[in-house]
């Protein structure tokens, strides 16, 4: 029989630490963005979709980079999925990842399985980690919620057997989903059921996409001779499938530079994507058809990907690649999901075995898929999908058993503000807490609660609904704050600036004021004014900050780094060194504080002293994907030398130019 049940999964890892505590202000760089010459001569449909929905703020979600790189052992609260044949691990505490994939008659593991948990600066708000399958929701990137608790409990399957349901509320879009998975009794595959639901009066933007590490030592094959290919380089270029620019790239490690291939599967045709090694053993993905696209990423065997793939796990241990299967043909694009409606579909993820010879045949391209795709046929027919998805969707709705994990309060708060009633997906009110109890009170009285102790202001409500409560509401400090965080995210920069001014003549504590008036300044082109308000912003932080503890560090961290840029921007050299010199000693011993110190001593002439600095080694912990800011700073500190190994995380030729951090 199939069971679920409970484990602890031990792993060496780096704590997550304290959630910036600064709000999300500054516009989000993308690493998938196109320039607008690259969007001329795109079909109508993905031309529509690239402008629908485009994310330019991560509110009401917060940045999460207060994790580092020392690694001890973790103990992962898991949850295992087993029957005769597959053995599943997953992690409900952090995104409902997909550990592990067993296959039991076989001794094989299905995914690329990361020996450690390492965070990184991948995920749309900050923090992510590599391995295993992970469920992207929300907009263009790795999902807000890849480091997040999730809800799950035990529910009857379509079979009889138990079933795993994971759900939880998508904040950028207001947007509940699940995921439920089974496997069915004597099934090689994993079953999951996915829906997603839209519970408002107006339509919304919708983004999937199921991301699945594997091994990079594989041949990758999708029913498409064409793919759009992403090289990091704000275009998208229609090529050829298998071979493109003199090389066969559907094996990963056939590429110099990271590339993403989103495969033109044609209308009709199965949805399906594999990754075999050379014996011709591998995975399989399948799904219904509403699940459209599928895509390959890949690290590339240039200096670059090779020290990506190195930072994200243990040295030593292996590389990866990503298959992966969304909604839409590209992830630059979002679907419209209506008013008061859902989507969903079914995906199935098992053991695929095909001979050496048919795999990795030079020859027709259509006959080693036609070979593979008559393999997976055998082994889970198309119409198979199609009836566990009809037999699913009625459970959907089943009201979940024992409870597993409890994820956050945000979606008890919007049951209680909307009155909505989710079935399958409860959203209880017991999972309310700190975070959300100053907006229930302000839902249940109008007013929002001035803080009883000084410190940073905790998170804002941005959504439409939330605002028009927070304009109604008594003019307080706090409340003034949080209006205009939220006239910000909605584009009304002028009355946000009103609204933190008005904050700002009555608050207590000036700091948190102060600093979403500099980025207003900044934003607006005033640099001077911004470097004037981030001065008195962190001189008022440091003369609140009450001890050495988690919150205040973080805090210091945040407003210090803000601070820093935003002096040396306007060549303020002595003021950004006094700024530097009251960030705690801990903090500028990080790696991303060692690389604002070498920019610091390069902007006081020290040359040689900054040089010292890369010299002496640091790892800038939450560099994010596609930076380039620490190859541009070794420009300038030694014109014409090589970027050191160590510092070398480029995604693109270097012929392509600077792009930033």
């Known amino acids: 029989m199939t069971v679920v049940r409970r484990e602890v999964l031990t792993l060496p890892g780096a704590e997550l630490g304290p959630v910036n505590p600064l709000a999300p202000l500054r516009p989000l760089r993308q690493v998938h963005e196109l320039d607008e010459r690259a969007r001329e001569g795109l079909p109508l449909d993905m031309a529509r979709q690239l402008g629908h929905g485009v994310l330019r703020s991560v509110l009401p979600a917060r940045i999460l980079d207060g994790y580092g790189r020392d690694r001890t052992p973790l103990d992962l609260d898991a949850i295992v999925l087993e029957n005769d044949r597959v053995r599943a691990t997953v992690l409900p505490g952090l995104g409902g990842r997909v550990a592990s994939l067993f296959h039991k008659p076989t001794e094989r ?8 948990l390492q965070p990184a600066a991948f995920a749309l708000n900050g923090a992510w980690f590599s391995g295993g399958i992970e469920w992207n929701i929300g907009a263009t990137g790795h999902s807000t919620l890849s480091c997040a608790p999730l809800h799950a409990a035990r529910v009857t399957a379509p079979d009889g ?9 998508e904040r950028l879009r207001d947007l509940p989903f699940q995921v439920d998975l089974w496997l069915p009794e004597g099934s090689d595959f994993l079953h999951v059921g996915v829906r997603v639901r839209n519970p408002h009066e107006k339509a919304a933007p919708l983004y999937w996409w199921s991301n699945t590490a594997v091994p990079e030592e594989r041949r990758v ?3 498409a001779r064409e793919a759009w290919h992403y090289g990091y380089e704000r275009a998208l270029r229609r090529v050829p499938v298998p071979e493109y620019d003199g090389a066969d790239r559907t094996y990963p490690l056939n590429s110099e530079f990271a590339a993403d291939y989103f495969y033109e599967v044609e209308d009709g045709r199965r949805r399906w994507i594999a990754a075999l090694d050379q014996a011709g053993h591998g995975l399989v993905q399948t799904s219904t058809d509403v699940l459209r696209g599928r895509k390959l990423f890949l690290w590339g065997t240039g200096s670059g990907g090779r020290r990506w793939q190195d930072w994200l796990t243990e040295p030593g241990t ?32 098992g053991p695929l075995s095909a001979t050496t010879e048919a795999v990795h045949s030079t020859g027709d391209w259509s006959a080693v898929v036609d070979e593979v795709e008559g393999r997976l046929e055998r082994a889970l027919p198309r119409a198979a999908v199609e009836a566990a998805y009809e037999a699913w969707l009625p459970h959907a709705d089943t009201e979940p058993g024992q409870r597993l994990a409890t994820g956050s309060g945000w979606g008890a708060l919007e049951v209680l503000r909307t009155g909505w009633k989710p079935t399958g997906t409860p959203f209880d009110e017991s999972t309310l807490g700190a975070e959300q109890e100053p907006w229930r009170e302000l839902l249940e009285t109008g007013l929002f609660p001035e803080p009883r102790r000084v410190g940073a202001p905790g998170p804002t409500l941005v959504s439409r609904a939330w605002r028009d409560m927070l304009e109604t509401a008594a003019a307080r400090p706090l409340s003034e704050y949080h209006l205009g965080v939220a006239q910000w995210h909605a584009g009304d920069r002028a009355q946000a600036v009103r609204s933190w001014e008005r904050g700002l003549e009555l608050a207590a504590s000036d700091w948190p004021f102060l600093r979403c008036l500099a980025v207003a300044d900044a934003t607006d082109g005033h640099r001077e004014r911004a470097a004037d308000r981030y001065t008195a912003a962190f001189d008022d932080l440091c003369a609140e900050r009450r001890d050495e503890g988690e919150a205040w560090v973080a805090a210091t961290a945040a407003l210090g780094r803000e601070a820093i840029e935003a002096l040396l921007a306007v060549d303020r050299v002595a003021d950004a060194r006094r700024v530097w010199d009251r960030v705690h000693a801990s903090t500028r011993e990080r790696g991303r504080f060692r690389l604002l110190e070498a920019q610091l001593l390069l902007a006081e002439g020290e040359t040689e002293s ?52």
């Not at 593991?109 to 450690?116: A, F, G, K, T």
């Not at 057997?161 to 509320?169: A, D, H, N, V």
């Open 610 to 661: 900054a040089r010292a600095v890369f010299e002496a080694g640091f790892e800038v912990a939450d560099l994010r994907e596609g930076a380039e800011v620490i190859g541009e700073m070794w420009a300038r500190i030694a014109p014409g030398e090589p970027l050191p190994a160590r510092y070398d995380f480029r995604m693109r030729s270097p012929a392509q130019g600077a792009r930033g951090d």
């Open 221 to 223: 094959i999708a029913p």
């Open 318 to 349: 292996g590389g990866y690649a990503e298959i992966q299967a969304g909604l839409a043909r590209t992830q630059l694009e979002h679907l419209r999901l209506e008013a008061q409606g859902e989507m969903s579909w079914l995906e199935a993820y």
């Open 109 to 116: 593991e299905l995914l690329y399985r990361n020996p450690v």
């Open 161 to 169: 057997t138990q079933m795993l349901r994971l759900w939880e509320w």
